[in-house]
């Protein structure tokens, strides 16, 4: 008797802005004292998406101390935003890849 396979849970595409601090290897300028990315992360949920960005970046010696979600791209066009074409490129590339893409990473000076 073979079991039917789970069911396939839809993956959606989060926008996440992850502030990271210092940490040795990190990658950042050298007088800055953390940074802002720009992510966007595929998952199931948000939590999955975060989860995801989160072990990602560690991976890649960051130092993530806090992430914002602001949504998939539908709630994002709801809520009023515009989304640009490069924005959506970026988005479609992180679903079909099943990954995190790092759009856009600003420094941060005291």
């Given at each position: ?23 040795a ?41 806090d992430?914002?979600?602001?949504g ?39």
């Amino acid at each position: 008797m073979s079991e039917d396979p789970k069911p396939r849970r839809t993956q959606h595409v989060y926008t996440l802005v992850v502030e990271v601090g210092r940490k040795a290897g990190d990658g950042l300028p050298d007088k800055a004292t953390g940074a802002a990315l720009l992510c966007y992360a595929s998952g199931v949920d948000e939590a999955e998406a975060v989860r995801e960005t989160v072990a990602i970046l560690k991976q890649a010696d960051l130092a993530p101390l806090d992430v914002t979600g602001h949504g998939t791209r539908e709630e994002r066009m709801e809520a009023g935003e515009e989304i640009d074409e490069d924005e959506v490129a970026l988005m479609q590339r992180a679903a079909q890849e099943n990954a995190v893409i790092v759009a856009q990473m600003t420094p941060f000076y005291d």
